[in-house]
């Protein structure tokens, strides 16, 4: 059973900075490319930030300079290293992989305050 297990949300100032975690596990084939979608409430879920197994990388407009992810082949995980978040960054983020059907984690919380 296919399972993407993230972690690293919570509640943050603005300004701050979060680093959320998202494990694969059960895949067997290789992923192509895994990702980070965010879902704010009344909005439709959009993609943050994505990386192909070839290392390229493809972020949101308003996310490009403070966000940066990264992942671990051989641990089947994705990193999403949130720096200067903005109360606007307040989402459900969800982790996404493609291997090659597409799988979902069942999202994190992150808030920031003011």
């Known amino acids: 059973q296919v399972q993407l297990v993230e972690s690293g949300g919570g509640l943050v100032q603005a300004g701050g900075s979060l680093r959320l975690s998202c494990a694969a596990s059960?895949?067997?084939?290789?992923?192509?490319?895994m990702g980070w979608y965010r879902q704010a409430p009344g909005k439709q879920r959009e993609l943050v930030a994505s990386?192909?197994?070839?290392?390229?990388?493809n972020y949101a407009d308003s996310v490009k300079g403070r966000f940066t992810i990264s992942r671990d082949n051989a641990k089947k995980t994705v990193y999403l290293q949130m720096n200067s978040l903005k109360l606007e960054d307040t989402a459900v983020y969800y982790c996404?992989?493609?291997?090659?059907?597409?799988?979902w984690g069942q999202g994190t919380q992150v808030t920031v305050s003011s």
């Open positions: 996404r992989a493609i291997a090659p059907m597409g799988y």
């Open positions: 059960g895949i067997i084939f290789s992923i192509n490319a």
């Open positions: 990386i192909f197994s070839g290392g390229s990388t």
